[in-house]
């Protein structure tokens, strides 16, 4: 394992770096995603069984000027309830696709620095042709905010700032812009520019659970709707609901917290898979988990702070 140093200048944080090799005219990293336990997509039990592993290729931004793969090991979950087998979602890769998120932003950054498609293929080594599909998808020089506005950040390659955000139309899924810096002053300084006739032509403003960005489109897009995207709602709630789960096991006598055995599976899976015999464990489990004004405390999010969120 490299130490946290190497991975913090690879900015690969999120990922478990396990070897680098430098070669003359490129960059190969060998990584993996954490194990951990997952929630099946098809029944929504927690599962933590390894079904197998996979390794992809992965084109990445960069490094070191040369062009980078970095060789991502995936985990392959097997749900017990179920059966079905998955990968669960991350933040590096979006599903089925063999490129960063950061290096199809860096691209998009590139093209709106005027840099031809052919001089970026060659600087990371990819077909020009891949870049040349993407154009119909960008609308970096759009003059008007979409309907729905999406905002995405993510960790790039801009040197200065460790995140960058992409605005998205989140009906046409077309790159409005690339920002290279989240943080709040810099968004107002760029939405500010905006009429307001434009800001008001935004009904939806999409984000993560980020207090920054609700700030912003509660200044600048009145009109909105502010909407929390489901992945990270759906992972805050969970981590919510395991800290209070842990919090009150922990109070338990001895005898009940092995009576309440796997307490977290069992919170987790839909009633229409869970066995008769466990209904009373569940409607116990609910009694002493599911508060949610607890929630609310760990979280710092409810029904009235989101909104529409």
Known sequence: MLSNCIKNLLNLKELNVKSVKNFKNSVQIYAELP???QICPCCGTTTSKIHDHY???IRDIPAQFKPTTIFLKKTRYECKNCGKSFYPQNDFVAKYKRKSKRLVYYIVEQLKNNISASTIAKNINIDAGFISKMLPYLSITNSTLPRVLCIDEFKGNSGKYKYQVALLDGET?????VLECRHKHFLCDYFKKFPKEQLDNVKYLVTDLWESYKDIGMTYFRKAKIVADHFHWARYACNALDKIRIE???????SERKYFKHPR???LSRR???????YDKLEILNLL????SNVQKHTKIGLMKLRTL
Not at 289 to 292: A, D, R, S, T, V
């Open 55 to 57: 390794t992809q290729a």
């Open 272 to 278: 229409c898979k869970i066995k008769e015999n466990r």
């Open 173 to 177: 899924h077309k790159v409005i812009d």
């Open 289 to 292: 988990f599911l508060n949610w």
């Open 248 to 254: 009150v096991q922990s109070n338990l006598p001895k």
């Open 35 to 37: 194990i951990s336990e």
């Open 265 to 267: 599976h069992l919170l």
